[in-house]
């Protein structure tokens, strides 16, 4: 049936037909000779940290005499391996022509075999330019942008504490400052006591604004109308109340400035976050290993 050089290092294989198939009389089936690649193809990508690997069988038509091979055309489209026998049928006609295969026409063979390999397979994974972040391996492009916004929030997390240590500074510049002198002397203990309050409720709210709550939220395109609530004076005696007047309003302004000083960090950072593309990894040809190389008989219709 056929001829291959016993140093050539391929093995013979053969493609069977169910017996169903075989016997149908109307079809006279001849063996056709094909080549066998099967291979381990490993993807490296030091930048995307990905190491992938997967199993891969190609065949094509055996060229006749110094043609090259046609590794883009396929002899079988899918051969699984419980298709793949050791031995021919009978019922399949022998290939009519003596097949040689020397070391150097079989070294040809996988030069072009890996160039074509090379040169047309690829792996995608995601990539965030703005933040040089790339997708795990089989990361959905939902998780992955779920992980870049997560990552977008604690690369701002540095910026919010100065933010919040700045309006802190700003806060405690208002602690220290006396009292004015024209406050009646039996309202000053009381209007002390709700000024360090007051002031003390903002600074825990601007702490949610600037570095819990909100960052995640915006970041999703949620809801901030908590960015923008006024801090409440709550339930104080009037004439407190009137004395500590001028103190709400500033309060409400460093409010006010911190929440769209926030706010708008935020939005930069979803915007960023939000920015995906497809990064496509190549393959070397170091990363292709050959582990089977077979002479495969093919059935074909006469």
Wanted: glycine share 2%.
């Amino acid at each position: 049936m056929s001829k291959a050089s016993p140093t050539s290092g391929l093995v013979e294989l053969w493609v069977g037909l169910e017996e169903a198939v075989l016997a149908d009389a109307s079809i006279t089936w001849r063996y056709r000779p094909a080549l066998l690649f099967e291979c381990l193809l490993e993807f490296r990508d030091p930048r995307a940290e990905i190491v992938h690997s997967e199993d891969r069988r190609y065949t094509t038509w055996l060229p006749r005499d110094d043609a090259a091979a046609d590794w883009s055309v396929s002899a079988v489209g899918e051969l699984a391996p419980e298709h793949v026998r050791t031995t021919p049928q009978p019922e399949v006609r022998p290939y009519g022509e003596a097949v040689t295969l020397t070391d150097a026409r079989v070294a040809e063979i996988e030069d072009d075999f890996i160039a074509h390999v090379v040169r047309t397979e690829r792996v995608s994974v995601y990539y965030n330019p703005n933040l040089r972040l790339y997708s795990r391996w089989n990361e959905s492009r939902e998780e992955f942008l779920e992980r870049a916004m997560e990552e977008a929030r604690l690369r701002l997390q540095p910026t919010l504490r100065e933010l919040m240590r700045e309006f802190q500074f700003q806060l405690e510049q208002l602690r220290q400052k006396p009292l004015p002198p024209d406050i009646p002397e039996e309202l000053r203990s009381g209007v002390e006591v709700q000024r360090r309050r007051m002031i003390s409720r903002l600074e825990a709210r601007l702490h949610r604004v600037l570095l819990d709550h909100p960052s995640s939220a915006a970041l999703r395109g949620d809801s901030t109308e908590e960015l923008s609530e006024t801090p409440s004076e709550g339930d104080i005696p009037q004439g407190i109340a009137d004395e500590l007047h001028p103190l709400a309003q500033e309060l409400e302004r460093l409010y006010t400035v911190a929440a769209a000083r926030a706010q708008a960090l935020l939005r930069e950072a979803f915007e960023k976050a939000r920015e995906c593309e497809p990064y496509t990894i190549a393959l070397h040809p170091s990363g292709i290993r050959i582990l089977r190389r077979a002479l495969l008989w093919v059935p074909t219709p006469e």
